[in-house]
Structure formats: C-alpha cells, structure tokens
C-alpha cells in the first residue's frame, strides 16, 4: 500500500537590504587664514544660536543662493580683535559619476574637486563675497579642505585667504527586515567607518495605499547610538528609483530631532537614507522591500510506484528535484505512528531506491515532503 501527504507552510521571511546614511551638514574644524599683510587669522564655524561652536555648515534651505551656511566667529591674536557673522557657502556643480543618484560630494568613496560661490556678512559691519571657494577632497577619505577668501574687516581692500579642513559624515551598514502586504518592520545597524559610531534600531514603514510598490511612509522613531543616547527622527516619505529601481531614498530628507546630541541646541538634523535592496523571490523585479511577501509554491506531490527485485523492492519516487523527501513506514495502516526511515533528497526524476524485502507480512509506505 502506497500514499504520501504533503506538510502546511509556516515561518516569515526575513531579508537583508544594503543602507547608506549620510548628513547634508559638513563638520568644519577650525579654519586657519593669513591675511594680504601675512597676519595670522583663525576662523570657527557654528549652527547654534545659543553660544559653543558645534563646527556645522549646514544645509542652506532657505536662502536658495547657496548650499550651505552657518554663523562664524573670526579672530586674530595679535590684535586681539574678533568679529562674528554669517557665512554661505556653495558646494562645487553636482556631479554623479558613478550614476546612482547621489553628488558625488557627499559620497566617501567619490573624489570631489571643484569651485563655488559664497557671501559673507560681519554683523554691524560690512558685507561682500566670498571669493575663490574652492573644494578638494580624495576618494575613499572623509576629509577634505574648502579654500575661500575673506575681506578683511581691519584693513579695507585686503582679504583674508582661509583653508579649512571639513568632514563628511557617513553611515553604512545592514537593514534586516519582514516583507508584508501592508507595511514593513526591520531593524538597522549602521556604522561610521572614520569615527566608529554605529546607529541601531527598528525602522517601520507603511506602503501607499495608491503606490504601494514605489512609494512608502516611514514612522516615527529613534535609534541608539554608540554613546547610547537616543536618536529619535521624524516621518518621511521614501521613493523607489525608476532609474535605480533597487535603490529607496527619502523624498525630502531624513531628519532627525536633534543629530548631535552632545550639543545644547538641536542640530546637524537633515540627512539622506539610502536602501538598496537587490533581494527578488518571485522575479518580477520589484525588490521584495516593497513587494508583496512571497510565498513559494508547495513541493509537487510525489507520487510512488513499488516492484520486486531479485532481493529486494524498488520504491520509485517522481518528485521535485530539491525538496527533502521524508520516507516514513507503518506495519498497520489504524495506527498513526508512522516512522521515518531516511530522509532523501531527489535529485532525478523520478528516482529509485532499494527498500529490502519486509520481515512483516504487511508493510506501508509513504511520501512526507515539507515546504521550503
């Protein structure tokens, strides 16, 4: 007597997805400049209102002019005379050169050289641009300088030529998550390979519900970073590439309540969120990130056939190729307490084994084959 059964799928999948995270604030170190008579100048930049300088050159959304600003503190040792302002600078034309939809300006492993714009205002005192800006900096590094020039506020008609070193902040790292129908729970563990900071946490996000292939809302939340303070972000709403249709980024930015804890005030809070996700069960192209969960088809149920040997029985199998195929035994078909002899995997079809012949008067076979 032959038969087989077939087992009920269960378990969720689990997935991994690449994630860049990277801010559209530079942090600037002190910059050193020397003025037309060779005086010795030093320049600190600074986002926060309140006093301390946090060395950000964030990005410059409402002026329009120019990508970046901040406030500045200026001063020389020996006169000891100091002044403060406001500073915009223009990072140099965008360039993607390796074509994923990001400046190369704000990707480590691109090099970046190239002009741009600026102004300038001392406080209650003068205005005028900023000349010959200049950016260098080398694939695979963080780091690079910004050339610029300042009017000298002691001596009129004379500049002050500053180099200053700034510094790219970048995240990479691993996004695990569950695919569904309607929304999308996974957790990120993300690295800064220059400073070794990491941020981890959960991301849950929920697809539109009249583009929900292409287009998906991300939730409130927060992360920990490696000093262990919370990092909490905002909404925002995350787009499919049609270019780079593996790649998701935020359709405005990735803001953060406060990206510099350490600081009094809120700051270097506006960043870009990259996920690419090249994972594709069903084939269809649409990444399993958004895609509906897959769930693979049940192993073809085998079917048997049973012939004597010269000393034996041949059991033939036709089955998927793959799949384990669990071979079970009963003396007596009311009991239920089938035994597993040996557990094979086709790989012919059909296939043939030896069984030997039955020390039993009766003997039953069957077929158990589990889902992936």
Request: charged share 15%; with cysteine.
């Amino acid at each position: 007597a032959l038969g087989s059964v077939i087992a009920p799928c269960s378990g969720a999948q689990t997935n991994i997805a690449q994630v860049r995270l990277f801010s559209l604030s530079l942090q600037c170190e002190r910059g050193r400049g020397v003025d037309t008579i060779g005086f010795e100048w030093f320049l600190n930049m600074t986002t926060l209102v309140l006093g301390g300088f946090n060395g950000e050159l964030s990005p410059n959304f409402l002026s329009g002019t120019t990508s970046h600003s901040s406030f500045f503190y200026l001063w020389n040792d020996f006169f000891g005379e100091s002044f403060d302002g406001g500073i915009e600078l223009d990072m140099p034309f965008p360039t993607d050169a390796n074509g994923n939809g990001f400046a190369d300006f704000f990707e480590v492993s691109q090099s970046v050289s190239g002009p741009g714009a600026g102004t300038c205002t001392f406080y209650g005192y003068l205005s005028a641009s900023v000349a010959n800006v200049f950016w260098a900096r080398d694939a695979g590094s963080s780091r690079g300088m910004m050339y610029y020039s300042l009017p000298d506020p002691l001596f009129p008609g004379g500049t002050i030529d500053f180099a200053q070193p700034f510094e790219l902040i970048e995240y990479s790292g691993l996004l695990w998550y569950t695919p569904g129908s309607n929304t999308i729970h996974g957790t990120v563990q993300l690295t800064n390979a220059t400073t070794l900071d990491t941020f981890s946490g959960p991301v849950h996000f929920i697809k539109s519900s009249t583009n929900r292939f292409n287009v998906l809302l991300l939730q409130p939340g927060a992360w920990t970073n490696g000093m262990m303070q919370e990092m909490a972000f905002l909404h925002d709403a995350f787009l499919r590439d049609p270019d780079w249709p593996t790649n998701y980024y935020n359709a405005s930015w990735f803001e953060f309540k406060d990206g510099q804890p350490i600081t009094a005030e809120p700051d270097y809070r506006y960043w870009i969120l990259s996920i690419d996700d090249t994972n594709d069960a069903d084939g269809d192209l649409i990444p399993d990130f958004s895609d509906d969960p897959f769930v693979p088809p049940p192993p073809r149920q085998p079917a048997l056939s049973l012939a004597f040997g010269t000393t034996n029985l041949l059991l033939t199998i036709s089955g998927d190729p793959g799949p384990v195929h669990h071979l079970q035994q009963i003396t007596s078909l009311t009991s239920t307490n089938w035994q597993t002899f040996l557990e094979l995997v086709l790989t012919n079809d059909p296939q043939t084994i030896s069984l030997p012949l039955p020390a039993e008067s009766s003997v039953f076979w069957r077929v158990l084959v589990p889902p992936p």
